[in-house]
T-cell receptor, first 113, second 112 residues
Framework: DAGVTQSPTHLIKTRGQQVTLRCSPI?????VSWYQQVLGQGPQFIFQ???????GRGNFPDRFSARQFPNYSSELNVNALLLGDSALYLC????????????FGPGTRLTVT | DAKTTQPTSMDCAEGRAANLPCNHS???????VYWYRQIHSQGPQYIIH???NNETNEMASLIITEDRKSSTLILPHATLRDTAVYYC?????????????FGAGTRLFVKA
């Protein structure tokens, strides 16, 4: 079975632009979580979605939004990009909202210039 | 939200046990301790988790103190491939979901 997949792998945007990142969970998994990892730091929780509903939100501004589709895939949107948004964006899937194990994808490397 | 504190880095000789400590003194009664590791440029990999009792799986053992304020991840026979950043995290449950809070992690170097 394929693991968690994310697209694109790398992305370069300029300040003020908007970006959409995509994630496909492991088949059968219904929960997707998003994390931001700045170089040299641990991942920071952004959102958790389960059955198309938001189930958790980290301390990120409203410029960050996400949604989950009926097939459980998910998109993360970031508006009005800032230089500080440059990071590795990780998606993790789990079977349920409270499942013990999360499986992470390889991430999308976003560079804002 | 509960936070975790870990050493910045540790060394371990190949074949020896690696003991990675974590402090989570503000953890609440319903918050689980999880361990993940991240090898350079890959997504984090789940290792083990626990609430109160010690846990063991094919990868590692997790020892949680009785007061739950700290824990230790034990890799019984470290190999070179265990060189990675190890994260001790607290998962904070709330209505219908959870927040996962990562710290800065411990960079483990396994040396031949």
């Amino acid at each position: 079975d394929a693991g968690v997949t994310q697209s694109p792998t790398h992305l370069i945007k300029t300040r003020g632009q908007q970006v959409t990142l995509r994630c496909s969970p492991i088949s059968g998994h219904k929960s997707v979580s998003w994390y931001q990892q700045v170089l040299g730091q641990g991942p920071q929780f952004i959102f958790q979605y389960y059955e198309k509903e938001e189930r958790g939100r980290g301390n990120f501004p409203d410029r960050f939004s996400a949604r989950q589709f009926p097939n459980y895939s998910s998109e993360l949107n970031v508006n009005a990009l800032l230089l500080g948004d440059s990071a590795l964006y990780l998606c993790a899937s789990s079977f349920g909202a409270l499942s013990s194990e999360q499986y992470f994808g390889p991430g999308t490397r976003l560079t804002v210039t | 939200d509960a936070k975790t504190t870990q050493p910045t880095s540790m060394d371990c000789a190949e074949g020896r046990a690696a003991n990675l400590p974590c402090n989570h003194s503000t953890i609440s009664g319903n918050e689980y301790v999880y361990w993940y590791r991240q090898i350079h440029s890959q997504g984090p990999q789940y290792i083990i988790h626990g609430l109160k009792n010690n846990e063991t799986n094919e990868m590692a053992s997790l020892i949680i103190t009785e007061d739950r304020k700290s824990s230790t991840l034990i890799l019984p026979h470290a190999t070179l491939r265990d060189t990675a950043v190890y994260y001790c995290i607290v998962r904070v449950p709330h209505t219908g979901g959870f927040k996962t809070i990562f710290g800065a992690g411990t960079r483990l170097f396994v040396k031949a």
